[in-house]
């Protein structure tokens, strides 16, 4: 009997450590899997409420403009823009104040880094009076594009007159990074028309 006894203790723990190593081990590794699954899960669950957070912060910063401000923004940076009316709008200005124009032009497209804006530059040749160049300048100030002038060359010619070379550029809200685009129109105006 002592010989059976100690057969089935024998027995009872090559069966104890088989049901372990075949059984309880590999249940404990899918328990420690599900269980970085879970912390995983917790940390992106964290990330995605601070995320929220951020992006509700945002849509409170926008929902603070007031309407007057808003408008003014899409008056002075629109979505979109015509090149051939703001060359129509430079011409009148410089006709309007009293200038020649000698030539007008779209230059180039640009996406501005790190805005959300693309700059639309623009090419300005006249020649005319002082007062007609600062009656220009003045109209410049007052239209309804926002105008930076980026590059300015004022001169005499010999008739004593002013001649202005100008760049000046505009802008306009993008919603998404756009191509660089080069145009090079530049428009030769007819100084006697």
Request: no cysteine; proline share 4%.
């Amino acid at each position: 009997m002592k010989n059976s006894s100690l057969i089935i203790k024998v027995l009872s723990i090559v069966v104890s450590v088989v049901l372990i190593m075949f059984f309880a081990l590999p249940k404990f590794e899918d328990i420690k899997a599900v269980q970085n699954d879970i912390s995983a899960y917790q940390e992106q669950l964290a990330n995605v409420d601070r995320i929220n957070a951020q992006l509700t912060s945002y849509v409170n910063e926008i929902n603070a403009i007031s309407v007057t401000d808003q408008s003014a923004l899409v008056t002075f940076l629109p979505d979109d823009m015509d090149p051939i009316a703001v060359t129509r709008t430079l011409q009148n200005i410089i006709q309007t104040a009293g200038l020649r124009p000698q030539g007008i032009g779209h230059d180039d497209s640009l996406e501005v880094e790190g805005l959300p804006v693309v700059a639309h530059g623009f090419s300005v040749s006249a020649t005319g009076s002082y007062d007609a160049m600062t009656e220009f300048f003045a109209q410049i100030e007052q239209n309804e594009y926002l105008f930076e002038f980026v590059a300015l060359d004022l001169s005499a010619n010999e008739n004593g007159e002013v001649v202005i070379e100008a760049k000046i550029t505009t802008y306009t809200m993008s919603d998404a990074p756009a191509e660089n685009q080069e145009s090079n129109d530049f428009i030769e105006i007819d100084p006697l028309n």
